[in-house]
């Protein structure tokens, strides 16, 4: 067998065709004609004696000879961009583009940024607050910290935390409307950081779901809503990642001792073919370090225990009718894992 290799366009031109499943896609990738990449498969598949795709229909489906080079030329395709990108961008200069969680990059990254940047001075950050998985196959980004459930394709994504869920309340405004047991909400606007979806979930972890509400605010994602809380608007629903050092400073208050699992986790991610960048590495490597090294403080309550059997029923006229995102939902055990639902917490 011959052990000359086939040539580099061609088989950049199947990898891109293979992926996109079509040969004008490839070619709008690639930035040639529609004609250049049919070309270049021909090429290569006349250097194969063999076909490497099935004609017909409008999406190209490989052969399996196409299916068994596939593989290999991606894996190579890849090596080849992670070596260029690490000798093109050295350890402790350059820059970096991050995409974080608006409620982590305000609360928790950009409080110890100074950590970094004293130890990597050269390192030029631009840092985006959002949760936009789509960023992930961006060009111009080059690490994302995401909340979800780490299953994004065609790229690499490692668990950073998991979190719990809890309300959360400033002192100034407990001061001035007590919050004594689940029935005194009714009392307090509600600051939802999502579609109402996790409150609901802590409510009937709390054998809370029927107690009558008061006046609730939704926001687009969780810095809204502790914010809104920090400045005394109502009681949001804190966790432990973001509102843990809000807590220990004496910011915010969690008036009760329970916390429920957030429905999805941290994770931090990038493509494929930047994470062998040295430069990638050493943020990558900074993230999970600053967060094993300064853990989140102990759950500081207002020692108000929920007593279930203590809650009393509420009777038919005193409920509220269901609204947008409350409709009940059945108690779920307290270390129970609540049921994944297609809507998530917007942390975005």
């Not at 076909?51 to 052969?63: M, N, Q, V």
């Not at 307090?188 to 409510?203: A, C």
Request: hydrophobic share 45%; aromatic share 6%; net charge positive.
């Amino acid at each position: 067998m011959s052990s000359r290799l086939p040539p580099l366009n061609p088989l950049r031109a199947f990898e891109a065709t293979a992926r996109r499943g079509s040969v004008s896609a490839a070619a709008r990738e690639l930035n040639v004609t529609h004609g250049a990449i049919s070309h270049q498969i021909r090429a290569l598949e006349l250097s194969f004696n063999a076909a490497l795709f099935e004609r017909g229909g409008k999406r190209l489906k490989l052969t399996s000879q196409g299916a068994l080079l596939l593989p290999a030329v991606t894996h190579a395709f890849e090596g080849i961009a992670a070596a260029t990108a690490a000798m093109t961008r050295p350890t402790t200069s350059g820059e970096l583009r991050i995409v974080c969680v608006p409620a982590l990059l305000s609360f928790w990254m950009i409080p110890r940024l100074h950590q970094f940047t004293e130890q990597f001075p050269d390192v030029q950050l631009t840092l985006i607050a959002s949760n936009d998985a789509a960023k992930l196959f961006s060009g111009d980004v080059d690490i994302c910290l995401l909340y979800g459930d780490g299953n994004w394709p065609d790229c690499w994504a490692r668990l950073w935390s998991r979190l719990e869920l809890f309300p959360v309340v400033s002192p100034t405004l407990l001061n001035m409307r007590p919050l004594r047991s689940l029935r005194d909400l009714r009392d307090h606007v509600i600051l939802h950081g999502d579609d109402g979806r996790e409150w609901n979930t802590w409510l009937a972890a709390a054998d809370g779901i029927d107690i009558p509400r008061g006046r609730q605010h939704f926001m687009s994602d969780a810095r809204l809503s502790t914010e809104a809380a920090l400045h005394n608007q109502g009681v949001a629903l804190g966790d432990t990642i973001t509102a843990g050092s809000l807590i220990a400073k004496g910011e915010l208050i969690a008036p009760f001792d329970l916390t429920v699992p957030a429905n999805d986790a941290f994770y931090v991610a990038c493509r494929n073919e930047v994470r062998a960048a040295p430069i990638v590495k050493v943020f990558i490597d900074w993230l999970f370090s600053a967060l094993e090294s300064d853990p989140m403080p102990e759950l500081q309550t207002s020692a108000r225990t929920i007593i279930r059997a203590r809650i009393p029923k509420i009777s038919a006229p005193e409920r509220l009718p269901a609204k947008d995102g409350f409709q009940p939902v059945s108690s779920p055990a307290r270390t129970r894992r609540p049921e994944r639902t297609p809507k998530r917490r917007a942390k975005s």
